[in-house]
T-cell receptor, first 116, second 116 residues
Framework: GAVVSQHPSRVICKSGTSVKIECRSL??????MFWYRQFPKKSLMLMAT?????????EQGVEKDKFLINHASLTLSTLTVTSAHPEDSSFYIC????????????FGQGTRLTVV | AQSVTQLGSHVSVSEGALVLLRCNYS??????LFWYVQYPNQGLQLLLK??????LVKGINGFEAEFKKSETSFHLTKPSAHMSDAAEYFC??????????????FGQGTILTVHP
């Protein structure tokens, strides 16, 4: 089946620094990828849609200058949390649509970000 | 617009008992429906999906779900719970294509606890 790899799985950073999270589709191409944020004991909230070769589409209320998304190739999307603050601490998960409609989406392993 | 409602944020069963996790959806078009499982600090794993073929869908780990259009439901069941089934379960809906392709809307999640 389709595999999506997300790295790192967990990261601790200091307030004010930036953190980059990578999401790769390993055995298929993904012109679109999705970034979700999951708060403790909550569901997944879609943050943005990453589009290969064009700007990301952000959901309402998501700061595009804080959460920079780059979809540099057909297999790689990155999310950079800029000037991180403790309130940015969360679990971030990426996904890519399956190679065919109806396969749903395949998810990365998630990244636990802790800002201290 | 599409939405998913999971009834019951927590479900507790005894090992060997029937598991029933409820999901109702709202969609203006025939939907694709999915159930995912999430273990702590991990990404989401696809359990099963409905894509307008058979209404009774069988998935991994002995789970199955039945699509009932008249009830707009897609409840997840397993005849006999195992301790390893303890996790959080998410019901999700997606559109059929275009900008909705692979973009999932999740329910609130249901935490399943299995007692010995």
């Amino acid at each position: 089946g389709a595999v999506v790899s997300q790295h790192p799985s967990r990261v601790i950073c200091k307030s004010g620094t930036s953190v980059k999270i990578e999401c790769r589709s390993l055995d298929f191409q993904a012109t679109t990828m999705f970034w979700y944020r999951q708060f403790p004991k909550k569901s997944l909230m879609l943050m943005a849609t990453s589009n290969e070769g064009s700007k990301a589409t952000y959901e309402q209320g998501v700061e595009k200058d804080k959460f920079l998304i780059n979809h540099a190739s057909l297999t790689l999307s990155t999310l950079t949390v800029t000037s991180a603050h403790p309130e940015d601490s969360s679990f971030y998960i990426c996904s890519a649509p399956g190679p065919r409609p109806g396969l749903g989406a395949f998810f990365g392993q998630g990244t636990r970000l802790t800002v201290v | 617009a599409q939405s998913v409602t999971q009834l019951g944020s927590h479900v507790s069963v005894s090992e060997g008992a029937l598991v029933l996790l409820r999901c109702n959806y709202s969609s203006s078009v025939p939907p694709y429906l999915f159930w995912y499982v999430q273990y702590p600090n991990q990404g989401l794993q696809l359990l099963l999906k409905y894509t307008s073929a058979a209404t009774l869908v069988k998935g991994i780990n002995g789970f199955e779900a039945e699509f009932k259009k008249s009830e707009t439901s897609f409840h997840l069941t397993k005849p006999s719970a195992h301790m390893s089934d303890a996790a959080e379960y998410f019901c999700a809906v997606s559109g059929l294509g275009g900008t909705s392709y692979g973009k999932l809307t999740f329910g609130q999640g249901t935490i399943l606890t299995v007692h010995p």
